[in-house]
């Protein structure tokens, strides 16, 4: 089994538990997730969440990026230093399920965000 594909069965493990949603479901929220990150964080981030050293910080196994999920999303929303906010770039919907992604990937583990949680934290 791929590192991936093993990514992507722990974190459909942890949403599963968390949730009656179905396995494919979960499966597709955790590949949305996935694309998200690529689409928008990767260039800055990598693709492996291991950032550039010392210009963009690494987001694998990043205590900022396991600890409150509404920090994470704060990040999205207002942006900092070189980081855009991404407010009108991406809806709340879309933000949690980005937010998910990462906070399980690369040897995170964080609770998941609910896109109403995010919503809530819009201006």
């Known amino acids: ?22 396995p494919s479901c979960i499966a ?13 964080c990767a260039e800055c981030h990598q693709p492996n969440g291991q950032g550039i050293r010392g210009v963009y910080p690494s987001l694998a196994a990043s205590e900022i990026v396991r600890g409150s999920g509404a920090d994470v999303a ?4 207002i942006g900092r230093g ?3 906010s991404f407010a009108g770039a991406l809806s709340a919907a879309e933000m949690a399920t980005l ?3 990462v906070r399980n990937a690369w040897g995170n583990s964080g609770e998941p965000i609910s896109e109403a949680t995010v919503s809530g934290l819009l201006p």
């Open 99 to 101: 937010i998910n992604f």
């Open 28 to 40: 597709e929220q955790a590949e949305a997730g996935e694309r998200l990150f690529l689409d928008n």
């Open 74 to 77: 704060l990040q999205l929303i």
């Open 82 to 84: 070189e980081m855009p």
């Open 1 to 22: 089994m791929s590192n991936y594909q093993q990514r992507l069965v722990r974190l459909c493990a942890l949403l599963l538990s968390l949730s009656a949603a179905s």
